[in-house]
T-cell receptor, first 113, second 114 residues
Framework: GESVGLHLPTLSVQEGDNSIINCAYS??????FIWYKQESGKGPQFIID?????DKRQGQRVTVLLNKTVKHLSLQIAATQPGDSAVYFC????????????FGKGTRLSVIA | GAVVSQHPSRVICKSGTSVKIECRSL??????MFWYRQFPKQSLMLMAT?????????EQGVEKDKFLINHASLTLSTLTVTSAHPEDSSFYIC??????????FGSGTRLTVV
């Protein structure tokens, strides 16, 4: 199952610092994971993904780490900027292929200028 | 990535009326479409899955007679909220499966029932 329906936890970070957002996923069989960013009033925007055969993947200013042993996913944002303020969701694909994503509860990131 | 068009982006309707939301895949064919709902300050919850050529499948607790889903073609899926009530006010968003290539969402529809 997924952890949904709860109020969002908040992470406050000083501008320029690094942010780490964590996510615990539920299904050990999940083989594909995505981080999304959602700004107020908008749909989720793809940030970065990772497959289960990897434990780290880097993008522009973002890094995703996957620990399958403890079913944990994290998103690291380097040099956090005010424009990074948003809600971040992790999502897992419980089965390869044509199946819906299961979303984590989300974390609100607030960047303090 | 895949291009998905969803409209309307925002709709306000009176209680008891019906609202249709369309989701189109513009550059690929989707035999399946996932419909999610998001209440304020909450995560995205899967409501149902539309399937081209067959009946939609609904998640537990979602009323199939209230949320009518039709997958008319390989590029169009629609969600109709029938006899809408204020508690149906939410953000509705579609997601076609892209087999591990990012899963691009539609832009979402903010429904407000007054």
């Amino acid at each position: 199952g997924e952890s949904v329906g709860l109020h969002l936890p908040t992470l406050s970070v000083q501008e320029g610092d690094n942010s780490i957002i964590n996510c615990a996923y539920s299904n050990s069989a999940s083989d594909y994971f995505i981080w999304y960013k959602q700004e107020s009033g908008k749909g989720p925007q793809f940030i970065i993904d990772i497959r289960s055969n990897m434990d780290k993947r880097q993008g522009q200013r973002v890094t995703v780490l996957l620990n399958k042993t403890v079913k944990h996913l994290s998103l690291q944002i380097a040099a956090t900027q005010p424009g990074d303020s948003a809600v971040y969701f992790c999502a897992e694909n419980p089965n390869s292929g044509n199946t819906p994503l299961v979303f984590g509860k989300g974390t609100r990131l607030s960047v303090i200028a | 990535g895949a291009v998905v068009s969803q409209h309307p982006s925002r709709v306000i309707c009176k209680s008891g009326t019906s609202v249709k939301i369309e989701c189109r895949s513009l550059d690929f064919q989707a035999t399946t479409m996932f419909w999610y709902r998001q209440f304020p300050k909450q995560s995205l919850m899967l409501m149902a899955t539309s399937n081209e050529g067959s009946k939609a499948t609904y998640e537990q607790g979602v009323e199939k007679d209230k949320f009518l889903i039709n997958h008319a073609s390989l590029t169009l899926s629609t969600l109709t909220v029938t006899s809408a009530h204020p508690e149906d006010s939410s953000f509705y968003i579609c997601l076609p499966p892209q087999l591990g290539n990012g899963y691009t969402f539609g832009s979402g529809t903010r429904l407000t029932v007054v």
